[in-house]
């Protein structure tokens, strides 16, 4: 996400999903629960300096996601837009049956998102 346009909840060649101008904030603990039981870890301090925040692993878009949600992880942009639109070319119905020298001639004059190219790298 170096090179990611921050300022856009998405973008195709983003590796991340954004809240622009919101931060994170740490969920807040519910009924009790503390992630090291009555053991405070020496750097808890609620301050994660990650601004904007990022959509969660499971898919959350609050910058303030539930305890629950796995907010140690961001959700990763294929190049699929927040309403499902894919800003990328899919292979031919029955391409599943086809060998990889087909796969990779289809491929090879792509654009596919920047996310794809990291990921096969």
């Known amino acids: ?7 856009v909840m998405y973008h195709k060649n983003n590796n991340f999903y954004y809240n622009p101008d919101e931060a994170f904030q740490v969920p807040e603990w519910k009924n009790g629960y503390s992630p090291l039981g009555e053991e405070k870890h020496p750097l808890e301090d609620n301050e994660f300096p990650e601004q904007p925040a990022k959509w969660t692993g499971n898919g959350s878009r609050l910058s303030q996601p539930d305890m629950n949600d796995w907010y140690e992880t961001v959700k990763v942009n294929y190049g699929i837009s927040p309403d499902g639109r894919k800003d990328f070319d899919e292979l031919p119905e029955g391409f599943e049956h086809k060998d990889y020298k087909l796969h990779f001639d289809f491929w090879k004059d792509k654009d596919v998102p920047d996310s794809w190219i990291k990921f096969k790298d």
Do not use: A, F, L, T
């Open 1 to 7: 996400g170096e090179d990611d346009d921050v300022s």
